[in-house]
């Protein structure tokens, strides 16, 4: 399956570069005037139809996509996000080896680090490589149906092709790591195994006991999405994984709890001895709160870094106000700002975002969600 490009003429890239290129030494003081910058930019596209980013171009773009992120919460720390820049990679072998060095480093031994690592750019008729992987880590799921997955359902499909294509599955347990997919310049599709060492997991127990750890349950450390495209300046990037760290509600009210995921609520309400007979006992609403303190337990016991969706709600607040501040408007979606469990009991509720557009972001380009659930794979 091919992940289709996004295609720009030279006059939209242009258009976009020099609003980058002016951002850039804008917000970069001992970056000088422009001109010169935008005069060698735009020979450049005359000459080859594209143009190179230098590498504190590339940084502060990447660190500014974040910026730019309207359905992520965490932005208060966008400047602090470290850049490995592997431009020179086109091949699946060297992409796939710094993908899970890229783990091993943002992992850092449990004190994660917002760390994106930058592959070889789309080209003239030539697109750069692709990780097909949703995220760099990710949990296979046995089975064709929520009701009867083994593990995670949201990658049953993904799990299946990879066993049509030769890889021999793992242990049948609900955590088996996937291997990584990456496409390569001028390759098909290809996976590779991910190396234990490379990554962090925490074991999930409650702080109340009651036996919690007899289920066996664990998350990774390090959310790294790895099928989204950054876009800097009208240069696109396919394969740029980024991280930052979890906030608790993604593992315990979605990942773990999701009802075309792990759907745990009906496990933990049963552990907790809750009336399930009637929605109006809110026994999904009290399981929720418990799996969700039993992940916020569970990391910190790890000493492994998570925040909570009141403490990030009130930073995400702070950032805005910091972005005001510096003349800078910060879009959000609504939909994504606000924490999926007690949103009303978050500051960032009881207000309205305008979803603003940006030349300089991570984007889905069109078939790499398709792509990240394994389809035509084979």
């Given at each position: 399956m091919e992940i289709l490009q996004q295609r720009s003429t030279t006059a939209q890239v242009w258009q976009a570069a020099e609003e980058f290129i002016r951002l850039f030494h804008r917000e970069n003081a001992g970056a000088g005037d422009p001109r010169a910058r935008l005069a060698a930019v735009r020979a450049e596209l005359a000459d080859t139809g594209t143009y190179v980013h230098t590498a504190e171009e590339l940084v502060h773009g990447a660190r500014v996509a974040w910026r730019n992120s309207n359905r992520c919460i965490g932005r208060l720390y966008w400047n602090s996000l470290r850049v490995r820049d592997r431009r020179g990679l086109t091949d699946a072998d060297t992409i796939a080896a710094e993908c899970f060095d890229h783990l091993r480093e943002a992992t850092n031994g449990?004190?994660?680090?917002?760390?994106?690592?930058?592959?070889?750019?789309?080209?003239?008729?030539?697109?750069?490589?692709?990780?097909?992987?949703?995220?760099?880590?990710?949990?296979?799921?046995?089975?064709?149906?929520?009701?009867?997955?083994?593990?995670?359902?949201?990658?049953?499909?993904?799990?299946?092709?990879?066993?049509?294509?030769?890889?021999?599955?793992?242990?049948?347990?609900?955590?088996?790591?996937?291997?990584?997919?990456?496409?390569?310049?001028?390759?098909?599709?290809?996976?590779?195994?991910?190396?234990?060492?490379?990554?962090?997991?925490?074991?999930?127990?409650?702080?109340?006991?009651?036996?919690?750890?007899?289920?066996?349950l664990r998350w990774h450390a390090v959310p790294a999405i790895s099928n989204m495209c950054l876009e800097i300046g009208g240069i696109h990037y396919p394969a740029a994984p980024f991280n930052g760290w979890y906030m608790g509600t993604e593992i315990g009210a979605r990942n773990l709890a999701d009802t075309d995921r792990y759907n745990l609520l009906p496990a933990v309400a049963r552990r907790l001895g809750l009336d399930t007979s009637s929605d109006r006992s809110l026994w999904k609403d009290r399981a929720l709160v418990e799996l969700n303190r039993a992940v916020?337990?569970?990391?910190?016991?790890?000493?492994?870094?998570?925040?909570?969706?009141?403490?990030?709600?009130?930073?995400?607040?702070?950032?805005?106000?910091?972005?005001?501040?510096?003349g800078r408007e910060v879009g959000a979606d609504w939909s994504w700002i606000?924490?999926?469990?007690?949103?009303?009991?978050?500051?960032?509720?009881?207000?309205?975002?305008?979803?603003?557009?940006?030349?300089?972001?991570?984007?889905?380009?069109p078939g790499a969600q398709e792509a990240a659930r394994g389809r035509d794979l084979v």
């Open positions: 449990g004190r994660v680090r917002p760390t994106i690592t930058v592959f070889a750019p789309d080209a003239p008729g030539r697109p750069g490589p692709v990780i097909w992987s949703e995220q760099l880590v990710r949990y296979a799921g046995y089975g064709d149906h929520p009701s009867i997955t083994v593990g995670d359902a949201r990658n049953a499909p993904l799990t299946e092709a990879l066993l049509r294509l030769g890889w021999s599955g793992g242990a049948g347990t609900p955590f088996d790591l996937l291997p990584l997919v990456v496409q390569g310049v001028d390759d098909k599709p290809r996976w590779f195994d991910t190396p234990a060492d490379a990554v962090l997991e925490v074991p999930i127990d409650h702080p109340d006991g009651d036996g919690w750890a007899d289920w066996g916020l337990h569970s990391f910190d016991r790890a000493g492994v870094t998570i925040a909570d969706h009141h403490s990030e709600s009130r930073r995400f607040l702070s950032h805005m106000e910091r972005e005001e501040r510096k606000v924490p999926p469990m007690s949103g009303a009991a978050t500051p960032v509720f009881h207000r309205t975002y305008e979803d603003r557009p940006s030349s300089t972001a991570y984007v889905h380009h």
